[in-house]
Structures are given as C-alpha cells and as structure tokens.
C-alpha cells in the first residue's frame, strides 16, 4: 500500500504510515486504485522520488530550467542525480489514454535538459497504462530519444528487488542499468536483463529444435539419393500379416 500523504510505503499488518504516521482509516489508495485527492500526478511524483531516494539518487522535484527557445521555463517532475548520471522524469496520473502531445512535451524538456548537460536519462512514468497497444506505441517511440516508458507497477518491480536484497549498492546499480546510464554487465541478475536472457535462451531452443528436424529430413533424403545411386531401391519393411483367427465350431 503507498501512503496517500507522502507516497511511502506502508508494510502489511502497519496501523499508520511509517514515514509521516498518517492512520491506514484515513487512507484511500491501495494496490489497485491510486486515486488522490490532492494534485494530479503529485503522489506519484513522491512515490517516484521515494524509489529513487532509496537506490542512492538524490532527487529534487519541480525542477525548472529555461527553455531552449521563445524564453519560457520548463518544470521538470523529478530529477534525480548520482555520480553515474541523472534522469529526468515526467509523472502523469491519468485515467484516460495519453494524449501523445504530452509525450512531445517532454521530449522537448528532455532535449533541452541534454543540451545544457543536466539529464543523461529521461524517463515518463504513467500511473497505469490503459492499454498493452498504448504501452507498446510509446515504448517504442520514447526510445528512439532515449527515454524509457514505465507504469508504477514496472517501478514496483524494480523495488521489490531491493526488498528482496536489501542491498543499497546493488539496487543503485540495477537502476542505473534499467535507464541505461551503466552499462548492464553480462552475469547481474536484474529483472530487465533476465527477461532479455530467457528471451535469448527460448530463440535459441527454437533454432536448435528446427536445426535438429532439418538434419534429420536432409539425412533421409541422403540415404534415399545413395540407394538410388547404386540402382536398388531401398528395401521396404515387410509388415508381418496376422492370421485370421478361424472361430471354432
């Protein structure tokens, strides 16, 4: 459960909030419905900073810098920094599906955070993706300027590993292998390169499995071929006949 105050996480069994000591009455967002009373998109913010808080980053929110052109200032959500590079990330809690004006937005931002060398990684993070299409159309164009796409589920993900591990240094490292600022090392066990592993295993199973019929189809028509060199046929199997059982009178 994520506290509705300050976006901390509440341990099963808790009365109240850990971090803030807000009551679980008086809380109304759960696993499955994060709605908020408060700002669009801001307990999402304090939950994003909470994640990367807790890997090492240190993080400020509502970060502005000026625009690249027409004298305007950009906001950004979160930006959070270490010494292997910081992210920009945007946080929309939306209940219909993501207007892709907003994606352009932040591509903006992003580029213009890259040009006066604030941001290496940028990242946009959904509360929930309303559809498996919508998450696979902006997974695929945020990539192509370096941004990753995640809902708060994929972040869970991603901290449930620390949970699991306890261990700081390695949790700091899995993020920064996730949003690409190091690159991920052929043996660590993160939950994005083992999907990319298991992937890499089941094609290569596959491939062997159609190598194996093929040799075994090319070996057979061999054996067909020699026979017919030498003009003989091959010998067919013969099939024993069964004796028809006579009934007794």
């Known amino acids: 459960m994520i506290c509705a105050r300050c976006?901390?996480?509440?341990?099963?069994?808790?009365?109240?909030?850990?971090?803030?000591?807000?009551?679980?009455e008086r809380q109304y967002v759960g696993e499955s419905d994060v709605r908020l009373g408060a700002e669009a998109g801001e307990w999402l913010e304090r939950?994003?900073?909470n994640v990367f808080e807790t890997a090492g980053f240190h993080t400020?929110?509502?970060?502005?810098?000026?625009?690249?052109?027409?004298?305007?200032?950009?906001?950004?959500?979160v930006l959070a920094r270490s010494t292997s590079g910081s992210i920009a990330i945007e946080c929309k809690d939306m209940e219909a599906s993501l207007p892709k004006g907003m994606i352009d937005?932040?591509?903006?931002?992003?580029?213009?955070?890259?040009e006066q060398g604030l941001a290496n990684?940028?990242?946009?993070?959904?509360?929930?993706?309303?559809?498996?299409?919508?998450?696979?159309?902006?997974?695929?164009?945020?990539?192509?300027?370096?941004?990753?796409?995640?809902?708060r589920l994929e972040l869970e993900k991603l901290w449930d590993r620390f949970r699991q591990h306890h261990d700081s240094n390695r949790f700091h490292n899995e993020v920064c292998e996730v949003f690409g600022l190091i690159p991920i090392e052929p043996g660590f066990?993160?939950?994005?390169?083992g999907n990319l592993q298991l992937g890499k295993q089941m094609t290569k199973m596959?491939?062997?499995?159609?190598?194996?019929?093929?040799?075994?189809?090319?070996?057979?028509?061999?054996?067909?071929?020699?026979?017919?060199?030498?003009?003989?046929?091959?010998?067919?199997?013969?099939?024993?006949?069964?004796?028809?059982?006579?009934?007794?009178?």
């Open 121 to 151: 990684s940028g990242a946009f993070v959904l509360s929930r993706f309303q559809s498996e299409g919508e998450a696979k159309r902006y997974v695929e164009y945020l990539q192509r300027y370096g941004i990753r796409f995640f809902d």
């Open 105 to 114: 937005a932040f591509i903006q931002k992003f580029r213009d955070l890259q």
């Open 60 to 77: 400020e929110r509502d970060y502005k810098i000026p625009a690249s052109a027409g004298g305007a200032i950009h906001e950004i959500d």
């Open 189 to 193: 066990d993160n939950w994005m390169s």
């Open 206 to 249: 596959d491939v062997a499995k159609k190598v194996s019929h093929m040799a075994l189809k090319g070996t057979l028509a061999l054996g067909k071929a020699l026979w017919k060199m030498a003009g003989e046929e091959k010998p067919k199997r013969r099939r024993k006949r069964r004796k028809a059982k006579r009934s007794r009178k």
């Open 7 to 24: 976006g901390s996480r509440i341990p099963e069994g808790a009365s109240f909030c850990p971090n803030c000591g807000l009551s679980i």
């Open 47 to 49: 939950y994003v900073q």
